[in-house]
Each structure stands twice: as C-alpha cells, then as structure tokens.
C-alpha cells in the first residue's frame, strides 16, 4: 500500500493490519553505536498498549521482537525491523462491520478506493490504530538517538472533552504517562477519569487535544521553502488516526490577534539573544529557534461506539442503524499522546540527520554515552503519581 512510508533519511516504513498476524516497522536511516535494547523499546510500547485502564480492552503484550540492525546492545548501521504479533484477535466482533460502515470511520473510503472486496473489515485492518504500534517502536529508537544530542520529547493530554488543563513544568509533562488518562497532575486525573467512565457507560466517547514539547532542540533545523519543520511536523500529526488538526506556539490564537500581541521579543539574557515568551512555539520562518517547540493536536471522539448510529447496509442498500460491539478506547486521544510524542522525534530525527546536527554513518563515544544516560535520566525521572494504575 503507497504511503506506509515516513521521513527522508530518518526513514520508517509500517506494516500489518490490526488483525492480521503482527505489526510492525522497518527503520533506515540509524546510525551505527546507538546504544538499544528490547527493553528501551517496550518501555515506550507501554504506554500504547492496550487492556489498561480507560483504554481499548484488548489484551494485547506488545513485546517488539527486533530482528536486525542490532549487535551487542548498539545499532550496526542497517536497517532495523521491528516486529510486534497480534495475539489477542476476536474478529467475530466485525461480523456486522462487513455490512455496515461505521459512521465517523475509515470503512466507507477505503470500499470506494481498493474495492469491497479488498476490504479488510476485521478490526480496521490497515486503517486501524493498531498500526501505530510501529510508529512508537520507531519512535523510542528516534527519541533515544536525539537524546545524544540532549533532546527530549514529552506530551500530555491538555484536554479531554469539556475539561482542559495547562501543564506547570517540564516535568510533570514527562511523567504524566504514568497517568491512565495522560494527565499533568492528580486534580485533572480525576476529572479526566470521570468523564471517561460516564462515556462508557453511555457507550459514547470523547474527543481531547495533546500537548507536545520537546526541549533542549538545536538551532537552524528546517529547511526553506517546502522542508519547513513546521511543514513536516504539520504531516507527521495529521498522518495520526484520529487527528483532525494542527498547531504550534499560539497556533490559531495568532488570527484574533494584533501584531503588537503576537510578535515575541527579541531580548538578550547574559549575553544570549533570545525571544521573550516563545510564543511562536520554538518555530519562525520553518526554522527551530533553539526554544523550546510547542505543538498541539486534536484528536475526534472514538468513531467506534455502542450508541446506535445511522448508516447504510451494504447488502440491500437500505438506511439502518448499528451499535459497534468490540474494544475500542472510550478517548483515543489518551494514547494517542505517545503516538504523537513518536511522530515529533521522528521528525526531530530526520532533521538532525539532514542537518548534519548527527552523523549519518555513526556516533562517537561521547554521544552514545550522552544517549543512554540521558536515556536512563529520562526513565528514572517517570515515577508513577499516587494512586495511579
């Protein structure tokens, strides 16, 4: 299928569909002596997996089988493949889906573009969620090899249907995926978890919107005209399933504003030239600024709900209604964070590479020491909140 492909040198390609055996991603472009493990990227799988709490049932481990690119605990240069079976399938939950496009969902689009027949009905197949399984493990490997350089990239769930939230500090943004709901803090958790649990039990969902910083980020990557960073992390996001929308720094708060509002400051602090607030979100001119960059998306409620819905059946071509039975997040955007986080590394990735910020052939000693002690700073710092699950 065209489009399972992702970056310029820094490159993923995805495979697998959410019932089929397993899925999966292959990723060039990783220098040689990054140290990388198994274990490096679960810890990032984990916080896409399934059969959580608030989240879709299914019980899936999500172990990644790596089965190249690797050779005493380093990366050798060549392309890495990534592998995560499918374990826990119960394709007998779409017996109705076959006939009955689910309103909201991919299904219809994809009958008219490969054909009824073609279709693959169980669990989304390709246009599942399930497929960004492959993005995370990419992206763990991305968020570690930038880290040499002592970059890092965290998100948060800012919203969450009618409730929304500001993040304090860098810290509580990091940590905030021990939070079953990605929330910043223990007050929003329990608002967030609320609204969830009446979701469910109404056999609705709901929509939310995830902040994405990532901090410490080199100056001068982007590439004028049609490179912008802006413009590739703009397709990163949107490439997301279930993200209806894209911004950074003020975003579209900038189109109610004066000029005069707007524009940030240049100022100097102990000698270093700088913005004032960093309102443009670490971007102007498609170029990172060296502050920190800011982004948001927004993802739609869960398409796939219990409430009855109005659609046409496919066989008689009859108005009818359907009530999705399966496992489906009541808030897909909660995990979404982590995929949204991975998509930003991936792009800061690319860039360092093409920028020649890191080398495309391999890392000295110093920056694969950098990389797994910032690493290891970075899981240590992620301590669960109290009382969270």
Request: hydrophobic share 35%.
């Amino acid at each position: 299928m065209p489009g399972s492909s992702f970056g310029r040198l820094f490159r993923i390609t995805t495979f697998g569909e959410s019932h089929g055996p397993a899925v999966g991603v292959i990723v060039d472009g990783v220098p040689a002596g990054l140290p990388l493990t198994k274990e490096d990227v679960e810890f990032e799988l984990s916080f896409r997996r399934p059969g959580r709490l608030f989240v879709s049932g299914r019980r899936e481990k999500d172990e990644p089988e790596i089965l190249s690119g690797i050779f005493n605990g380093r990366t050798t240069g060549s392309p890495i493949a990534i592998m995560v079976r499918n374990n826990d399938i119960i394709s007998s939950l779409y017996e109705e889906v076959k006939t009955k496009p689910r309103p909201g969902h991919a299904d219809l689009p994809f009958i008219f573009k490969y054909g009824y027949e073609n279709w693959d009905y169980r669990g989304g197949g390709r246009s599942s969620a399930r497929e960004t399984v492959g993005r995370v493990a990419a992206g763990a490997i991305a968020k570690k090899l930038i880290m040499s350089k002592g970059t890092l990239v965290a998100g948060y769930l800012k919203s969450l249907g009618p409730a929304s939230t500001n993040a304090t500090d860098f810290h509580s943004i990091i940590c905030s995926k021990y939070s079953p709901v990605r929330a910043p803090d223990k007050e929003t958790e329990e608002i967030y978890e609320k609204l969830v649990k009446e979701a469910t039990v109404e056999g609705d969902s709901y929509g939310g919107i995830a902040e994405i910083v990532a901090d410490n980020v080199p100056r001068g990557l982007g590439e004028p005209v049609f490179d912008k960073i802006k413009a590739d992390l703009g397709k990163a996001i949107m490439s997301i399933p279930a993200v209806t929308g894209f911004e950074y720094g003020l975003g579209f708060r900038a189109a109610s504003m004066k000029g005069s509002e707007a524009n940030d400051e240049i100022v100097s602090e102990s000698g270093e030239i700088k913005w004032k607030d960093n309102l443009s979100g670490g971007i102007l001119g498609g170029i990172t600024t060296g502050e920190r960059i800011v982004i948001r998306c927004s993802f739609k409620p869960t398409s796939s709900i219990r409430k009855p819905q109005g659609t046409v059946d496919l066989r008689t071509g009859e108005k009818t209604t359907i009530s999705v039975k399966g496992r489906h997040d009541p808030a897909v955007a909660i995990r979404g964070v982590t995929v949204a986080e991975s998509m930003v590394a991936l792009v800061l990735a690319d860039h360092m590479l093409r920028s020649g910020v890191i080398s495309l052939s391999k890392l000295e000693k110093e920056e694969a020491e950098a990389s797994q002690r910032n690493w290891e700073r970075y899981v240590k710092e992620c301590v669960p909140m109290e009382g969270s699950q």
